[in-house]
């Protein structure tokens, strides 16, 4: 049977965070909790949305967050892949070539955007394969 509740602590050592940083994502309301026995809990499925939407936090078991935007990839991951470096990348973003999106307050290049682009030119070829892409 799945669990519908984390304890804190649970919550913390699945991110690999310390008590005081486990309890400030609490206090900032990012997922939902309920008392059970005057001990807080988590809700599962509010920590797994919350966890899809964010890009900061990482679990220590490898699973990758942001999974709600896996139609986008950061501007590193953009650079990276043509093998050029971040500055280049921006550039791009900056002159329009590709669609973005502000998440979180991070740029998020749109993944068919990107091959969009790619396609249509011939001074950038991915130098990486990558998963996503």
């Known amino acids: ?7 804190v602590p649970e919550m913390a050592k699945m991110l690999g965070l310390g008590k005081t ?17 005057g001990k807080m809990r988590i809700l599962v499925d509010s920590f797994e949305e919350w ?12 699973t990758k967050p942001g999974k709600k935007y896996a139609h986008t990839m950061s501007v590193y991951e953009m650079a990276d892949l043509i093998g050029r470096s971040s500055a280049v990348a921006y550039d ?3 002159r329009g070539l590709v669609k973005t999106e502000v998440i979180n307050g991070r740029i998020q290049v749109d993944i068919q955007s990107f091959e969009e682009w790619l396609a ?9 394969r990558d998963e996503n892409v």
């Open 120 to 128: 249509s030119q011939s001074v950038y070829s991915k130098v990486r």
């Open 1 to 7: 049977m799945d669990k519908k509740s984390i304890s």
């Open 92 to 94: 791009i973003v900056k």
């Open 51 to 62: 966890y899809a939407g964010q890009f900061h936090y990482k679990k220590v078991d490898g």
């Open 21 to 37: 940083d486990s309890y400030w994502l609490v206090h900032k309301r990012y997922f939902k909790t309920v008392l059970v026995g």
